[in-house]
């Protein structure tokens, strides 16, 4: 099981990016994906998740109404759209993967027991 974020970068406030989570040698179908960042100096936080049975997607307060997750199948890849950048986004992005047949009520069980890792891409907001 491998997974490999990317499309980090250097982006202005207000700007916009689209992380993508590619995975290789499982199908990404079956398994919730998660997004974490962590920043200089602070603790890993989950930003957002989207489980596998229904789709369902969950975020932190910090990114909601901001940032979007979403799947596609057919590339077996995730995606987190983000937008309306803030230099407090700024941070190293991880995806996270475990898979999952049940539904969740809240992010933080959607997020809490991931099995496989990414290495992460760095977020930066600045002007």
């Known amino acids: 099981v491998q997974l490999q974020a990317s499309g980090g970068g250097l982006v202005q406030p207000g700007d916009s990016l689209r992380l993508s989570c590619a995975a290789s040698?499982?199908?990404?179908?079956?398994?919730?994906i998660g997004w974490f960042r962590q920043a200089p100096g602070k603790e890993r936080e989950g930003v957002s998740c989207?489980?596998?049975?229904?789709?369902?997607?969950y975020y932190s307060d910090s990114v909601k109404g901001r940032f979007t997750i979403s799947r596609d199948n057919a590339k077996n890849t995730v995606y987190l759209q983000l937008n309306n950048l803030k230099p407090e986004d700024t941070a190293v992005y991880y995806c996270?993967?475990?898979?999952?047949?049940?539904?969740?009520?809240?992010?933080?069980?959607?997020?809490?027991?991931?099995?496989?890792w990414g290495k992460g891409t760095l977020v930066t907001v600045s002007s």
């Open positions: 040698r499982f199908a990404l179908n079956s398994y919730a």
């Open positions: 989207i489980n596998s049975s229904d789709n369902k997607t």
């Open positions: 996270a993967a475990k898979y999952t047949i049940v539904t969740y009520s809240t992010p933080d069980e959607c997020l809490n027991g991931m099995d496989y």
